[in-house]
């Protein structure tokens, strides 16, 4: 028995869908399922991301779309690679609460995914700037750990390199106070500045010499927070409500 709350797609959607990610190939194309009175439309977005490995898509498309009538799903390619859903495209799905459309270029493979509650771990989960990177491990630890509700912020990618200060203007407005020359305590965050001209990487302190962070290119873990990471800390703050 079909599960009524799954969507089915159109046949003339699939097909434009596809025309767009050949289009846009080898960069990964974006866009939109709408239910225009009653009909579903496939609308191409632009797809704003540096590079060619993942999708921004345009807030200004997505409102356009929504002008027009309810969205229905996201749809974006993945060139060269299978239509499954990478780490932070399952982090993303359920962000936006709609199935997301994936389809394999050039071969044409498609697969229609729905959300389905999906929670990165805190360790071993793959980096992607902006989705799956330092500052949401941040935010799901304390979260998932404390209860606690960061606020999030848009991070472009080096944002750091292009006048950004993201932790140092940001803490006290999420909640933190400066604690550093202090005695480090369990759930402390460490600001260290990562060949950078601010400090632009942050990780959580969990007592006893351990640090758990996610460093582009690798997975989130845990590791002794000694030599190196001592070195480039740069700050260390401290949730109000656990001063």
């Not at 009909?39 to 991301?49: I, K, M, W």
């Not at 540096?50 to 898509?57: A, E, K, R």
């Not at 998932?144 to 292009?162: F, H, I, Q, S, Y």
Request: hydrophobic share 40%; net charge negative; aromatic share 10%.
């Amino acid at each position: 028995m079909s599960d009524p709350c799954r969507l089915t797609l159109d046949e003339d959607v699939l097909a434009a869908a596809r025309a767009h990610a050949q289009a846009d190939y080898p960069r990964e194309s974006c866009g939109l399922v709408v239910l225009v009175d009653g009909v579903q439309r496939y609308r191409p977005c632009r797809n704003l991301a540096d590079g060619q490995s993942h999708f921004v898509l345009a807030p200004e498309d997505y409102a356009q779309a929504e002008g027009e009538g309810e969205v229905l799903a996201v749809v974006h390619s993945h060139p060269n690679a299978a239509p499954e859903p990478s780490e932070a495209d399952r982090v993303m799905m359920e962000r936006w609460g709609l199935p997301w459309l994936i389809l394999n270029v050039p071969v044409g493979h498609w697969c229609l995914w729905h959300p389905e509650g999906y929670r990165p771990p805190l360790v071993g989960r793959t980096f992607s700037h902006g989705v799956l990177d330092c500052f949401s491990l941040l935010r799901d630890y304390y979260r998932e750990r404390l209860g606690l509700e960061l606020p999030d912020v848009e991070r472009p990618d080096d944002w750091w390199a292009k006048g950004g200060n993201l932790y140092l203007e940001g803490y006290a407005r999420a909640g933190f106070v400066d604690v550093t020359g202090q005695a480090l305590r369990e759930h402390d965050v460490l600001l260290m500045q990562l060949r950078a001209p601010v400090p632009n990487h942050a990780g959580v302190y969990l007592g006893d010499d351990v640090l758990l962070h996610h460093v582009m290119g690798r997975l989130s873990t845990r590791e002794t927070y000694s030599g190196f990471w001592q070195r480039i800390t740069q700050r260390v703050v401290r949730h109000a409500s656990l001063c």
